[in-house]
Structure formats: C-alpha cells, structure tokens
C-alpha cells in the first residue's frame, strides 16, 4: 500500500506571496491532519480534515487554511507569507487514530 | 490546552546499553500517547504507541509505560544499535490521534556512541 505522499517536496516563495501544499493520503484513510516543524517550535498542529470537514484547528493565524476533497486527498493554503512561516509542513493520514506522516514540504520564505 | 513536556532534550549512550526518555502530560483527559523516531531529512515513523487503559506495551526492543496517575509515559530501548540514533518525539492526544490532533514534546536526540 502506498503511503502518504506530499507536494512538492521544496518551495521557495517570497514575503508577502501565497502558497499551496498538497497532500495524498493513505488508500482508505479519510482522516489528514497538517503539522508544521520547525527547530524553535518543534512539531505543532495545524488543523485536520475529515469528509472534507474541519473538525479542529490548533493556534495558528487565519492566514493558514486548508480543505480537503471527495477522494481525502488535502491542501493546505498560507497567504500573505511571513519569514517565519518557513518550516517543514508535514500532514499525515490516519483511520483508526495511529497517523503515519508524509516526507514533508520545505518551505523557504525569502 | 494539551501541555507535552519531554527530557532529556539530549541523550548520549554507549552501544548495546539501555536508553529511556520521558515525557509528561497536562490533561487527564489524554487518552492516546505515540512516540515517533525521526532520522535526519526524514519523516516521522511511529514506532509505539500505547493507550490510556493500558500500563505497558512492548515490541521487542522497545518498550513504553504509561503512569496515568502521574500523568507521564516513557520510552525504553534496549541493546541500542548505531540505527537507534535519531531524534524521537513523544505525544499525547485526546481522541487517539484523529480529532483533536497530536501536542509533541520538543524531542530528544538520541546519539548511540560505537
């Protein structure tokens, strides 16, 4: 079974820009939570989908939101960029509660 | 919220010796408690995990507790092998990992010495 694929793998975006990750999960997982790590911070929630509803957010601006499709597959959408919004995003897919985590996004804010 | 505390931030030990790393938890209301190894560029790969009406789980070297009185859980690794190393996180969640979302501690890099 394939797992949990993310894209792209590395971004480069500029202050003030919007950007866009993607997020496949695990056949038969209709569960896909995003996190974002970064080495001050560590790994924090960002907010998790199911059926293409959000069912809960953690602290983080209104400038990150998300969605997620018919077929699980998310997206995750940051506007209006900050530099410290560089970080490794991670989503990870679940269906019984045990999550299992795609290779990320490296996003870089310039 | 969910308030995940975990020590050591660093752990160095000896090839073949035991490593543990702790962790405690705020709300009693957790019920679900995974730990994630993460290598260098990779993602994080659950390696155990354990439930609130359970006190111990194990698989083969590795080992986590769980003390919901005190409201922390460990992790035990034995015989440590130069691919233990890594950094490993522990979390703790309210609905089993779906819902509610992970709260991870800060990590702890684990360095196994040759």
Redesign the interface.
Same mark, same amino acid.
């Given at each position: 079974k394939a797992g949990v694929t993310q894209t792209p793998r590395y971004l480069i975006k500029t202050r003030g820009q919007q950007v866009t990750l993607s997020c496949s999960p695990i056949s038969g997982h209709r569960s896909v939570s995003w996190y974002q790590q970064t080495p001050g911070q560590g790994l924090q929630f960002l907010f998790e989908y199911f059926s293409e509803t959000q069912r809960n957010k953690g602290n983080f601006p209104g400038r990150f939101s998300g969605r997620q499709f018919s077929n699980s597959r998310s997206e995750m959408n940051v506007s209006t960029l900050e530099l410290g919004d560089s970080a490794l995003y991670l989503c990870a897919s679940s269906r019984g509660g045990e999550q299992y985590f795609g290779p990320g996004t490296r996003l870089t804010v310039t | +919220?969910e308030n995940v505390e975990q020590h050591p931030s660093t752990l160095s030990v000896q090839e073949g010796d035991s490593a543990v790393i702790k962790c405690t938890y705020s709300d009693s209301a957790s019920n *679900?408690f !995974?730990w *994630?190894k993460q290598e260098l560029g #990779?993602? !994080?790969? %659950?390696i155990i @995990?354990i439930r609130s009406n359970v006190g111990e789980k194990k698989d083969q070297r590795i080992a986590v507790t769980l003390n919901k009185t005190a409201k922390h859980f460990s992790l035990h690794i034995t015989e440590t092998q130069p691919e233990d190393s890594a950094v490993y $996180?522990c979390?703790a969640?309210l609905? &089993? +990992? &779906?819902? @509610? +979302? %992970?709260? $991870? &501690? #800060? &990590?702890t890099h684990l360095i196994i010495q040759p």
């Open positions: - | +919220g *679900y !995974p *994630y #990779k993602r !994080p790969q %659950l @995990d $996180f979390a969640s609905s &089993g +990992g &779906g819902a @509610d +979302g %992970l709260t $991870f &501690g #800060k &990590g």
